[in-house]
């Protein structure tokens, strides 16, 4: 079989491709390297639902950060996914801070972003009680948001599969030929597949995948942001995003609540030789931690319950990359795709696809083609008496597995079957937040991979942390 469209990478534009193509009857697969969607630079990030006001007028970030904002909050309720218009404010503590922020100021408003307010440190505090008292003017972003990146991925993933698109995970692209019209791609297991257009969505490995189809003209430089997360007994500290003013590296560490109710505190912006080095540093942390000390003193780091690294896939002329390969004919690059990749998810897509149908792809609409994504939380938002219905149709809601996060048996067997369906731990972590809360799944892991490998009929000693070789089991003893 010959797929029209083939997309290389699951993250956050893959995934956002796949199902704004899923509206056309087209044959389209989205090919993921790893077990699960969301592995790379989307599933370990701010997850800011930028203003707009930052990127230089004129640049592809730019545009889509002006064009996706609102998209992506649509995309998110469309998708039943966690997301909350909690708005912004970019802090100066100096002159200088004060000046960067007035620039910012100025720019938001060349770049067509209004609401937008310059307030003194008295102001900000006044909307936030934990600000720093050295915060002497801030820019306030009331249209700026959060949302949850990996379930959005994961969703947006799951709705284009839904509407007939096809996921191939563990199909890491290894080599690309492309003759007759036509590129066949081949993984490192030696499977293949055919497809008539390529789209390049691999993140960090962009340059890399578009090298194997014959066009070297893409460098990324990989740029790790290290984070703490801490307790949602914390996740009020603040209830805006706090940025300070920007440094040469990017947007500086923020202080934010998550859309999930943690609290979230990075990144740093560190060159790194891969974009696979996602481990954290005693350095890294240590100046986050100074960092938010000095705009949220309060922030209390006992509290601290995880800590993770992202890496963003940047390039030398700091804009995205997203258009036709300029070597190889019917390849579209979506590449260099730093912040505010999240936020632009949407536009870029809808970019995208305008591209294809310049290229000539037909793009004929299907009538029943769906958006909507079921709320795989729902069942947490019921009153206990609607909790009490379910339960007397599926006891298995009546159990909890997680206690931390109050997740249930039947929440966890339901993302085993969902679009993307959890196939390991780390994947039912990310669907129903079990393992999430402070125990970090000390009590509900040997449950969790119990009901794995049930509902995948698989052993208990195959079931998997993260897929390949990762088990979570040696034997029996
Ligand atoms: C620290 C940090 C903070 C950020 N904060 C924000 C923010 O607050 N707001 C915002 O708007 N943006 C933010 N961003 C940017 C945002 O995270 C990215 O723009 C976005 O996630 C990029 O998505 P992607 O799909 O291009 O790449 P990725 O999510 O990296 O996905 C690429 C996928 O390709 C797969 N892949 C790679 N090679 C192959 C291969 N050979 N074969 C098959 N599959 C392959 C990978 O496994 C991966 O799943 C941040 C990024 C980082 C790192």
């Known amino acids: 079989m010959i797929y029209d469209i083939a997309i290389v990478g699951a993250g956050v534009c893959g995934g956002m491709i796949a199902r704004e193509l899923s509206r056309y009857d087209l044959r389209v697969c989205l090919l993921?390297?790893?077990?699960?969607?969301?592995?790379?630079?989307?599933?370990?990030?701010?997850?800011?639902i930028h203003g707009g006001f930052d990127p230089e007028p004129g640049t592809l970030k730019q545009k889509f950060n002006t064009e996706g904002r609102e998209l992506l909050f649509d995309a998110a309720r469309e998708l039943s996914v966690p997301h909350i218009r909690n708005g912004s404010l970019v802090c100066a503590f100096t002159p200088e801070e004060e000046e960067q922020v007035r620039e910012l100021y100025a720019r938001g408003a060349t770049n067509g972003i209004d609401n937008l307010h310059?307030?003194?440190?008295?102001?900000?505090?006044?909307?936030?009680?934990?600000?720093?008292?050295?915060?002497?003017?801030?820019?306030?972003?009331?249209?700026?948001?959060?949302?949850?990146?990996?379930?959005?991925?994961?969703?947006?993933?799951?709705?284009?599969?839904?509407?007939?698109?096809?996921?191939?995970?563990n199909f890491e692209v290894t080599g690309i030929e492309h003759s007759g019209g036509i590129f066949t791609l081949k993984s490192a297991a030696g499977e293949s597949v055919s497809t008539k257009y390529l789209i390049n969505c691999a993140g960090g490995h962009a340059g890399k995948v578009a090298a194997m189809a014959g066009d070297d003209s893409i460098e990324i430089i990989p740029r790790a942001?290290?984070?703490m997360l801490l307790d949602r007994s914390e996740g009020k500290t603040v209830g805006h995003t706090i940025f300070r003013?920007?440094?040469?590296?990017?947007?500086?560490?923020?202080?934010?609540?998550?859309?999930?109710?943690?609290?979230?505190?990075?990144?740093?912006?560190?060159?790194?030789?891969?974009?696979?080095?996602?481990?954290?540093?005693?350095?890294?942390?240590?100046?986050?931690?100074?960092?938010?000390?000095?705009?949220?003193?309060?922030?209390?780091?006992s509290r601290v319950i995880t800590s993770f690294t992202g890496v963003r896939a940047s390039?030398?002329?700091?804009?995205?990359?997203?258009?036709?390969?300029?070597?190889?004919?019917?390849?579209?690059?979506?590449?260099?795709?730093?912040?505010?990749?999240?936020?632009?998810?949407?536009?870029?897509?809808?970019?995208?696809?305008?591209?294809?149908?310049?290229?000539?792809?037909?793009?004929?609409?299907?009538?029943?083609?769906?958006?909507?994504?079921?709320d795989t939380e729902a069942f947490s938002k019921l009153t206990d008496e609607?909790?009490?219905?379910?339960?007397?149709?599926?006891?298995?809601?009546?159990?909890?597995?997680?206690?931390?996060?109050?997740?249930?048996?039947?929440?966890?067997?339901a993302a085993l079957h969902i679009n993307?369906?959890?196939?390991?731990?780390?994947?039912?972590?990310?669907?129903?937040?079990?393992?999430?809360?402070?125990?970090?799944?000390?009590?509900?892991?040997?449950?969790?991979?119990?009901?794995?490998?049930?509902?995948?009929?698989i052993e208990l000693e195959e079931v998997t942390k993260n897929g390949g070789s990762s088990k979570m089991l040696t034997g029996r003893i």
């Open 315 to 374: 390039h030398a002329a700091g804009d995205f990359i997203v258009g036709q390969s300029k070597t190889v004919d019917n390849m579209i690059n979506v590449a260099a795709i730093d912040s505010p990749g999240l936020t632009a998810c949407v536009a870029i897509a809808r970019y995208v696809t305008d591209i294809l149908g310049g290229m000539g792809v037909q793009l004929d609409r299907k009538p029943d083609w769906c958006g909507k994504r079921e």
């Open 32 to 48: 993921e390297r790893a077990n699960d969607v969301a592995m790379g630079a989307s599933k370990a990030n701010s997850g800011i």
């Open 245 to 301: 003013a920007p440094s040469k590296e990017g947007k500086g560490i923020l202080v934010s609540p998550t859309a999930d109710g943690n609290l979230l505190l990075g990144p740093t912006a560190v060159r790194v030789d891969t974009p696979d080095s996602t481990q954290t540093t005693r350095e890294g942390l240590a100046a986050v931690a100074r960092s938010v000390k000095e705009s949220v003193p309060n922030v209390d780091l």
């Open 118 to 169: 310059l307030i003194s440190g008295e102001q900000a505090r006044a909307l936030e009680s934990s600000l720093s008292q050295g915060v002497t003017l801030a820019l306030h972003v009331p249209d700026a948001g959060i949302v949850c990146p990996y379930k959005l991925t994961i969703a947006a993933v799951g709705n284009a599969m839904d509407n007939g698109v096809e996921l191939h995970r």
């Open 420 to 457: 993307p369906p959890a196939l390991d731990m780390d994947g039912v972590k990310r669907r129903t937040r079990s393992g999430m809360g402070r125990c970090q799944g000390g009590f509900c892991a040997p449950f969790v991979m119990k009901l794995i490998a049930e509902e995948r009929q």
């Open 386 to 413: 609607e909790k009490d219905a379910v339960i007397k149709q599926n006891p298995a809601y009546g159990r909890i597995i997680c206690r931390c996060e109050e997740i249930t048996e039947g929440e966890i067997r």
């Open 225 to 227: 942001g290290e984070y």
